[in-house]
């Protein structure tokens, strides 16, 4: 089994963000905000927490682009990209991102959007589901 230190993305961790990566895959990307939101004000203490908020941001950046707010959506893709620059530095990503919820693909994506992008820029992170894989304890 996996051995993961406290401060990093762990069984806990993917078993409390499932609910929200599969509000993001139905496009319900505010719910998925507000049910994100909760685990990151939960977990204030720990850097793993650094996973929801990423998710987080990248979910109001599309429901501001759904709304026509590309100004929004670029603010707060942004702010994403921060926070996964912010995961890798930290050391808060574990192969649990990888292997169950696509995460390079995710930050690809993510990355791939320019600074001052329009709203065709977004087309592939609109297209975007995680591939949530099962696991075993």
């Known amino acids: 089994m996996e051995e993961h230190y406290y401060g990093q993305f762990s069984y806990d961790h993917l078993n409390k963000i499932l609910h929200g ?18 685990l990151w004000l939960e977990d204030i203490a720990d850097n793993a927490r650094l ?20 100004v929004g959506a670029s603010g707060l893709l942004k702010k994403a990209k921060d926070k996964l620059f912010r995961c890798e530095k930290h050391k808060v990503e574990t192969a649990l991102l990888f292997n169950h919820l ?35 304890r």
């Open 102 to 136: 696509d995460w390079s693909n995710f930050k690809k994506i993510v990355r791939s959007i320019p600074e001052s992008p329009n709203s065709e820029d977004f087309e592939s992170l609109l297209k975007f589901k995680f591939k949530v894989k099962e696991y075993r």
């Open 21 to 38: 990566i599969e509000l993001f895959n139905d496009e319900k990307y505010w719910e998925c905000h507000e049910f994100l939101e909760d």
């Open 51 to 70: 996973v929801y908020w990423a998710v987080l941001q990248v979910a109001v950046s599309l429901y501001h682009l759904r709304e026509e707010n590309l």
